[in-house]
């Protein structure tokens, strides 16, 4: 797996995630970059999905794991572009309750200054 880091506005990290995010190397390198990112005080992540073939329960971990980092840093992480598979792992775990997605990285941008009212994920 590979990632990428860019800003998406001054306050908001976008992570960009190709490849498979499986147990082992992927699930540690994503929980590094992550934590450098808190580290730095950027603690408003968008996980840019479009480019994840596959994620096993082990990457659902991760992520839901980067999202509480998130949070404890008083941010939030939220996911864009999520293929089929993969948000449909979300959505059978219920964990897309938890953790929002969004067709694009420009509305998970903005939904950190429009932040949308509970209930199950919009893609």
């Known amino acids: 797996m590979t990632i990428q880091v860019r800003d998406a506005e001054p306050d908001v990290a976008v992570v960009a995630l190709v ?3 499986t147990l082992g190397e992927a699930c540690q390198l994503l929980l590094q970059r992550v934590d450098g ?3 730095a005080n950027k603690a ?3 996980l840019e999905m479009g480019g994840l073939e596959f994620m096993d ?3 659902l971990g991760t992520v839901v794991a980067c999202y509480g980092k998130a949070k404890k840093a008083g941010g939030n992480l939220v996911l864009s572009s999520p293929q089929k598979k993969v948000a449909d792992t979300f959505r059978i775990t219920h964990m897309d309750s938890v953790v ?3 067709p694009t990285v420009e509305a998970a941008a903005a939904s950190f200054q429009n932040p949308p009212p509970p209930g199950p994920s919009t893609v």
Request: aromatic share 6%; no cysteine.
């Open 100 to 102: 929002k997605a969004f």
């Open 57 to 59: 329960s082990a990457g």
């Open 19 to 21: 490849g498979r995010l």
């Open 37 to 39: 990112l808190l580290r």
């Open 44 to 46: 408003r992540l968008v």
